[in-house]
């Protein structure tokens, strides 16, 4: 009898478990680059990735705030502390927060307004790596940034492996939006000029979100 009465419990913790996982969605985060990917992803930790390599996480449904990236020229010790060039997260090679710029940014929110995943690239931390961000199910449209942004970066937003958005280096409102109000700028132009599907700068919304349906899995590539 025991036993019995621990049997409602039971598999109402094993059901709502049971739910968290077939809802949670699949990102598989893939190296295409010619060089070392540190992968990173918060929810997610990170991971070091040679060329085709990739790397797959499971996130649960409901999770906002979310972002992939990779770290470049990075050196680890044994105990996973170290830094990277670019995309440093603390000196560590599991990620528990953000990215430190210039760091392209896959960016995503799951199960949100009517069920939607909702999802961009954004450039507003700057740019290391080209990426593609991906639906791999469902019937919605990817996105990708390749351009040669950090070959052409403009001389006063070059960084160490990267190219910093003029936020980074400005701080002012008229690049950072700070009241809310800003608007596109000629440095701002330069990224998506090359990215149209990117966000340039932080109120560039109309053009650089983009959703799919509830459940869908992604892939994020690295170089693609």
């Not at 190296?31 to 996480?57: D, F, H, K, M």
């Not at 670019?86 to 896959?106: H, I, K, S």
């Not at 800003?182 to 700068?201: E, H």
Request: with cysteine; glycine share 10%.
């Amino acid at each position: 009898m025991a036993f019995t009465s621990k049997l409602p419990t039971f598999f109402l913790l094993y059901s709502a478990l049971l739910f968290t996982f077939t809802h949670a969605a699949q990102f598989e985060i893939r190296n295409q680059c010619a060089y070392t990917v540190w992968a990173a992803a918060s929810p997610g930790g990170g991971r070091r990735l040679e060329r085709g390599q990739s790397w797959t996480i499971n996130v649960p449904a409901g999770t906002k705030g979310a972002r992939i990236w990779g770290r470049t020229n990075c050196n680890f010790d044994a105990n996973g502390r170290g830094r990277c060039q670019t995309g440093d997260c603390g000196g560590v090679l599991q990620c528990q927060g953000y990215g430190v710029p210039p760091n392209t940014l896959a960016e995503y929110a799951l199960n949100q307004y009517n069920n939607l995943d909702f999802f961009d690239i954004s450039l507003v931390d700057g740019f290391n790596i080209p990426m593609d961000f991906s639906p791999t199910s469902g019937n919605c449209r990817g996105i990708k940034c390749s351009a040669d942004i950090v070959g052409q970066c403009p001389a006063e937003l070059r960084a160490p492996g990267g190219c910093n958005n003029p936020c980074t280096v400005y701080k002012t409102d008229q690049y950072c939006c700070n009241s809310g109000n800003c608007g596109p700028t000629p440095l701002s132009r330069f990224f998506k000029d090359r990215c149209p599907t990117s966000y340039s700068y932080p109120k560039d919304d109309p053009t650089s979100t983009f959703t799919c349906p509830g459940g869908t899995n992604y892939r994020v590539v690295f170089c693609p």
